[in-house]
């Protein structure tokens, strides 16, 4: 499993109990939930905690999500879709890179501020470092030009393959552009982020989230109660 600073007491020196934290990160990741809407869930359950303190939370344990259950994740398969959404951060787009394999399958996500080809370079590198992702025998990107020479440079240098085909579909299949919904619909009903960091926290939580809403976790599928105790044990607490 993946290690984190103070990963045996990741909820050492709070004043809520650990339970309580993970519950409202976990929720706010895997809903479209705002932090007023959690602030108020808690309330009715006699909590009494203010929204900054929730979004102090999520920036902090979103990503240590993604960390921590990508080693329980299943293997993905050898064709990959990728394509590029827009994500809008203080006012301004930017770029968040994702992939999924043939069946659907999150392979992983990037937030980027630009669109060429070291972003796209850098994401390529970033989804070929998972251990569960399978080296691809194609890729399907859409009209964007940064993915050939993209491509062609990890061929060269030995991270993709010579075999492996880029196909370059303009209008990328409808699996791609459904599976942005999910990620986007909750972006949109929280507005836009702040900062780059605070907008790529909760977008790793959210992403990993939704892999685990698709059954990604080995032996466990989805049932919700399976998925929860896992993540409750990998955070040192009581299943």
Request: aromatic share 12%; hydrophobic share 35%; glycine share 4%.
């Amino acid at each position: 499993m993946s290690k984190h600073k103070n990963s045996s007491k990741p909820f050492k020196w709070k004043h809520f109990e650990g339970e309580i934290i993970l519950w409202l990160v976990r929720w706010y990741c895997r809903y479209a939930l705002s932090y007023n809407d959690m602030q108020e869930m808690a309330a009715e359950r006699g909590l009494t905690i203010v929204r900054s303190t929730i979004c102090r939370w999520v920036h902090e344990y979103a990503p240590m999500l993604d960390k921590c259950l990508k080693p329980y994740l299943k293997g993905t398969g050898g064709s990959w879709r990728l394509d590029e959404t827009y994500v809008k951060v203080r006012g301004v787009w930017h770029y968040l890179y994702r992939a999924i394999d043939k069946s659907g399958q999150t392979l992983d996500w990037m937030l980027s501020k630009r669109r060429n080809k070291c972003a796209a370079k850098k994401f390529f590198k970033k989804v070929l470092g998972n251990r569960n992702v399978k080296t691809p025998y194609v890729i399907k990107v859409d009209k964007n030009p940064s993915f050939v020479p993209a491509h062609a440079e990890l061929q060269k240098s030995g991270h993709l393959k010579k075999t492996t085909k880029l196909r370059r579909v303009k209008y990328l299949n409808n699996r791609m552009e459904n599976d942005h919904k999910s990620t986007k619909s909750k972006s949109r009903y929280r507005q836009s982020y702040q900062s780059f960091e605070t907008a790529s926290a909760p977008i790793d939580g959210m992403e990993t989230m939704r892999m685990v809403q698709k059954g990604q976790l080995r032996y466990i599928n989805k049932n919700i109660c399976a998925q929860n105790k896992l993540i409750n044990r990998i955070f040192c607490l009581a299943a």
